[in-house]
């Protein structure tokens, strides 16, 4: 199914028309058009969004136009000639569009005196003094930068294309252009055909000025290859990257990098070859994967799996300009202006102007639809996914995320099975994300720190099972690039009962893992609950580590703990255990419920545990001289055992009012946690609480079958039920 799938996409290569035969070129022709120029100049004043953006780059351009040109001779990785760099590609950029809008030739004269500069500076430039990869930047210190610039520099060039005499054109291209494709097509060629989004990115400027300059090779290279046989450029990138519902197999945080070059181009490739209808493309992949991006946030934050920085959000001016093309392309879905009015930012185009004044004449607009769902992974969906479960709004609000999806390539982490958990409008167990500092000069550059190797990849800075204390695959990426966990089911028809399950038999050899997540709704309980089931099947001993990394304040632990106030000590010594300080332990007598306050709300973990389970309490920050990660607390239990099955809740409950000084229901509702079951059949899990509150959580461990019929016999307890699971309340 796979090859069909790829020759397709090979024999789409041969099939096109050639951009010459296609379209005679007009300037502009890349995110602006003649038409869309008139439709820009009579829109203004009536759209204040787009107005307010129009007036930024205005101030920005002027600015700039009465300051000294500065075109600096690189040598730093994120300082001031990198930032001055950046700065002169979105200037001229700026500076290009307000030409075409306002006809003011001292636009044209800017671009033109930064051009002349870079045309002398360019052929001057050889490896980037502060790179560090295989592949070094010229102009910056990674050939990324470089195509972000190209993309930027190529929008000004159509802009004022017009307006320079033939000479100039020919230096341009000859000292600028031409060589910088020749570097990022070439040079870095195993960058350009690479499936990832480095390579979207190297595609994507290359086929702008390609348009631009009416070079039909570099047009082919960039949509098909360095070959142009279809076997890499931006249509494979589209159809490889993307699971058919719009999962991005990076993350988010790298979904919402890569949609900006895949909706630029993409508006490009329409703006001049609309007979490839790339906006139709996989049943019109670009508007899913915004779309899916989208629900992948909690509080506008996106959820910051893999390498991540957990600042980022969908206010970010990139998942901006990829919302208003999707509205423009789209049908202008009115969901999306609730996003956008949030934003209070459009791109600067005609797409920014649909959105603008879209929102101008519709003052209240439809909430946009969040909800519980199901991810699919890999190009063809079949390579694990990612689940959210969603209940409540306002305070309530909570999801529930479990991670199994395929690694996430070279930003993936070690992490089958992690869980991440939201409330308040807040993380309550976070996923640590990157160890990075991005464009920080004093913190290695702004690159990815030595920290996020050592301890953000690995397996114990996650909220997942860790065993014999060594990271998933061990740690080894060509094992786990080639790997992905399992769907089991997902269920969310149910508001007061969600649930999904998810396994994997290939991190670990030998050990077996499922682990499955229910939302529960009940009455006598102000907020849903979490219930958190992860089974560990072997026919070995092993040591069983499932740390809950939580943000807030320890309250209280129903274990006798040995505190190390004096004198602390790494965990261990490799696969991140190094990095975690031993701050307290204790061994279980029985269910083990562990409280801490977060925000105005008290959390309690309520689990399973016996005379076998200890507990220990860590903090992130040993063996980190350079202060790179954050020293966050986790709440850990750990088992010695072939297999074993970990159960818990997370109850939200109670109030703390720090401004008035009072405090109510801090202690939680839930007083039992047991597992009455764990066999081929299924797993049997009962939570007790106040108010007679009794809950039986009922799993199949086998195969995904709705209608098959269960049933386990417990001493004089029957459990059945049909289906994926079952919930019985009392």
Excluded at 581 to 592: D, H, M, R
Aim: proline share 5%.
């Amino acid at each position: 199914m796979k090859k069909i799938f790829f020759l397709a996409l090979v024999l789409s290569a041969f099939v096109y028309p050639s951009v010459a035969a296609t379209n005679a070129i007009q300037h502009p022709c890349l995110m602006l058009t003649p038409g869309e120029v008139a439709k820009i100049k009579s829109g203004l004043g009536h759209a204040p969004l787009f107005d307010a953006a129009f007036s930024e780059a205005k101030i920005q351009v002027e600015k700039a136009l009465a300051a000294t040109p500065e075109v600096p001779v690189p040598f730093d990785a994120s300082g001031v000639t990198s930032q001055r760099h950046e700065k002169n590609g979105s200037e001229m950029q700026l500076a290009g569009f307000l030409f075409q809008i306002t006809g003011d030739k001292r636009y044209v004269g800017f671009i033109k005196g930064l051009l002349d500069r870079y045309a002398e500076l360019y052929p001057t430039l050889g490896k980037h003094p502060a790179s560090k990869g295989i592949t070094p930047g010229r102009l910056f210190w990674q050939p990324l930068n470089e195509c972000v610039w190209l993309s930027r520099v190529s929008q000004a060039y159509d802009c004022i294309y017009d307006s320079l005499t033939p000479e100039e054109r020919a230096r341009y291209e000859k000292n600028i252009f031409r060589p910088m494709v020749k570097f990022i097509s070439e040079d870095c060629k195993r960058e350009f055909d690479k499936i990832h989004n480095h390579g979207t990115w190297a595609v994507t400027p290359v086929g702008m000025i390609g348009y631009v300059m009416g070079d039909e090779t570099m047009v082919r290279q960039a949509l098909y290859g360095s070959k142009m046989d279809g076997s890499a450029g931006y249509l494979r990138q589209l159809d490889e990257l993307f699971s058919p519902d719009g999962y991005y197999c990076e993350g988010p945080y790298y979904s919402r990098y890569a949609l900006i070059p895949f909706y630029l181009f993409a508006t490009v490739i329409q703006n001049n070859q609309p007979e490839l209808k790339i906006f139709e493309r996989r049943d019109e992949l670009l508007r899913k994967a915004l779309y899916a991006l989208i629900q992948q946030t909690y509080n506008g934050a996106y959820f910051p799996i893999n390498d991540a920085m957990k600042e980022m959000s969908f206010y970010n001016l990139g998942t901006v300009f990829a919302l208003d093309h999707a509205y423009s392309q789209y049908g202008q879905d009115a969901h999306l202006l609730s996003i956008a009015r949030l934003q209070d930012h459009v791109s600067l185009d005609a797409a920014g102007l649909a959105v603008a004044q879209g929102l101008a004449a519709t003052p209240e607009t439809p909430a946009f639809p969040f909800a519980s769902a199901e991810f699919t992974d890999g190009p063809l969906g079949t390579g694990g996914g990612l689940g959210i479960l969603r209940s409540g709004t306002g305070s309530n609000d909570s999801a529930a995320v479990m991670k199994y999806t395929s690694f996430g390539m070279d930003h993936g982490h070690y992490d089958k099975l992690a869980l991440l958990y939201y409330n308040q409008g807040r993380e309550i167990l976070p996923d640590y994300g990157s160890a990075r500092f991005v464009n920080i000069e004093q913190k290695f550059g702004g690159r990815y720190l030595k920290e996020n190797d050592t301890f953000a990849r690995q397996t114990i800075a996650h909220n997942t099972v860790t065993v014999d204390e060594r990271s998933d695959y061990r740690g080894k990426f060509a094992t786990a690039n080639t790997n992905h966990s399992d769907r089991q089911f997902f269920d969310a028809h149910d508001p007061d009962f969600q649930i999904m399950s998810a396994t994997d038999t290939s991190a670990v050899p030998g050990v077996a893992m499922q682990r499955t997540i229910a939302m529960i709704r009940d009455a006598r309980l102000e907020h849903p609950v979490v219930v958190d089931v992860f089974r560990l099947t072997s026919e070995k001993s092993h040591r069983y580590d499932y740390p809950f990394y939580f943000l807030g304040h320890f309250m209280d632990v129903n274990v006798n703990l040995t505190n190390y106030v004096s004198e602390r000590h790494p965990l261990g010594e490799k696969d991140g255990y190094q990095h975690l300080w031993l701050e307290a332990e204790g061994q279980a007598a029985g269910p083990v419920a562990f409280t801490w306050l977060s925000g105005g709300l008290y959390y309690t973990i309520t689990t399973a545990a016996d005379d076998s389970t200890k507990v220990l309490f860590t903090r992130i920050g040993a063996n980190d001289p350079d202060f790179n990660l954050r020293n966050e607390p986790a709440f850990m239990l750990r088992q010695n055992a072939k297999s074993h099955v970990f159960a818990s809740a997370i109850e939200p409950h109670g109030r703390w009012d720090g401004m008035r000084e009072s405090t109510s229901g801090g202690e939680s509702n839930l007083r039992t946690v047991t597992v009455l079951a764990s066999t081929d059949e299924g797993t049997v899990v009962r939570v007790t609480g106040k108010k007679k509150l009794e809950w039986t959580l009922m799993i199949a461990n086998g195969a995904s079958d709705r209608t098959k019929k269960h049933s386990i016999k417990v001493g004089d307890e029957t459990f059945t039920w049909e289906g994926d699971a079952s919930l019985v309340k009392k």
